[in-house]
């Protein structure tokens, strides 16, 4: 698999037709695990429909390697940040998301514990290279799934951060 071309500064980005697929997720959420040395990540996926899709087979990479998976939904970017950061017990979270990119395009951005910024220079490329050799043994004892909204905790933090700015009406 070619999973070089996928691989940025700071996130995983491309277009689907050149293979940012269902198989690669599978093979990034095995590779994650093996990184991250994780028992729990949180997962979540922005509104394309190909997210949604593609965070099963995030998943299921994730749980067949021994490793919980916390599933936070559909969310905006941030979301991830405020949940990895605020509960510790998490070993870090992938969102799927092209981001900016237009139809067609997809990704994910990573974290680790504490919500610390996976990049080219703190793991991103050693991820990849897991991908790459792709030899991962299946776990004894899967990982679960498990389903939470932290929607509400996400906005009482932004609504305190917001107190006290007016903001005009357009």
């Not at 905006?76 to 950061?85: A, K, R, S």
Request: proline residues 4%; positive net charge.
């Amino acid at each position: 698999m070619e999973v070089e071309k996928f691989f940025h500064a700071y996130d995983i980005r491309g277009l689907i037709v050149d293979g940012l697929n269902e198989n690669f997720y599978y093979i990034l959420g095995k590779s994650l695990v093996k990184f991250l040395k994780s028992k729990t990540l949180v997962v979540g996926y922005d509104i394309r429909p190909d997210s949604k899709v593609f965070s099963q087979s995030l998943i299921r990479g994730i749980t067949e390697s021994g490793c919980n998976v916390i599933n936070i939904g559909e969310i905006p970017t941030e979301q991830l940040y405020f949940v990895t950061g605020s509960d510790l017990n998490f070993d870090g979270g992938v969102v799927i998301t092209a981001s900016h990119n237009p139809a067609g395009w997809n990704g994910a951005k990573i974290v680790g514990k504490g919500s610390s910024a996976i990049s080219k220079t703190s793991g991103l490329f050693e991820i990849r290279n897991f991908m790459i050799i792709n030899e991962f043994t299946l776990s004894r004892n899967p990982g679960s799934e498990e389903i939470r909204n932290y929607y509400p905790q996400f906005k009482e933090k932004i609504l305190s951060v917001l107190k006290g700015v007016s903001i005009p009406k357009i």
